[in-house]
């Protein structure tokens, strides 16, 4: 992350190494492993991603995320498809034009919004799964 990156650069970067760590979960049985978040699951990690921020972007700005595989079917192809679609709201040439307005955190604009609010979840839950899968602290 550097100071002069847009929202989307920012994103295509953190959720780049995210992605590279879900990649990196050998087979299915792994993700039902525990996670560092107590009560959690390696899939956990993935799902709370891909479910909190659909309805959070659908209510603040009307844009409907495509739906990709079921976490529990497949997290990593669940990722692929939920990562793609933040990627391409954020590279769409109109998206500094829309506005992002949300009851508990007022207006911004759209890649801001993404910015602030996921783009920092993101970075954070990479931390999480590049633990359990390494099991030592992982430099983000």
Not at 110 to 117: C, D, E, I
């Amino acid at each position: 992350m550097t100071p002069d990156q847009t929202p989307a650069e920012e994103y295509r970067e953190l959720a780049g190494r995210f992605s590279e760590i879900v990649e990196g979960v050998p087979d299915q049985a792994a993700w039902n492993r525990a996670a560092p978040v107590e009560g959690w699951k390696a899939r956990d990690v993935v799902r709370h991603l891909v479910e909190w921020f659909p309805p959070f972007l659908q209510e603040g700005a009307g844009i409907t995320l495509p739906a990709g595989p079921d976490v529990d079917d497949d997290p990593a192809a669940a990722w692929r498809v939920f990562n793609d679609g933040v990627q391409a709201v954020l590279d769409d040439p109109t998206a500094g034009d829309k506005v992002f307005s949300h009851p508990n955190t007022g207006q911004a604009s759209l890649p801001q919004a993404v910015a602030q609010f996921f783009t920092a979840d993101v970075f954070m839950h990479s931390w999480d799964l590049a633990r359990y899968r390494s099991g030592r602290d992982p430099r983000l």
